[in-house]
């Protein structure tokens, strides 16, 4: 039993490892081509970028809580570690290249096919990413920001 809780906190720990380098990644890597725009990543988006980490959280909390080998003020310090890392601010930046998600992920214009936008979500087909990749953005920025997508993303 006492190897399945230790498991059971590594994987914790890695999870929880993996969020934080989605948020600040170690090495921050400018994102190629020339900046066009900076904008701040909302809460839908911080969430929807790490929601698979903290549902994965969320299961391993609740099996331990059942299982007995985690206490419930280890299950707060996971569940409070894991909110602050959604809540850290990020942004979007767009290039001349493509698209910086946070610090970490850049997506290449050349790799979608295409967009559709609808009020505060810019949803833009990527085949090698599982459909699409969903960026929310503020109403007043939306111009701006389907101006790049317009010039950049080839439709086809």
Known sequence: MYALSLIGYVMIGLLLMSMMARARPRVKDP????ALKNIPMGLPSRFQLQRSSFLALLTGIAFGLLAGWMTWSTAGIVAAIALVTILFPMRYT???KGISVGDGAFYPWNGFSGFSAKGSSLKLDHPSLFGRLTLFVKPAEMGNVLEYVERYVRTR
């Open 94 to 96: 767009f290039t001349t």
């Open 31 to 34: 994102a190629p081509g020339k």
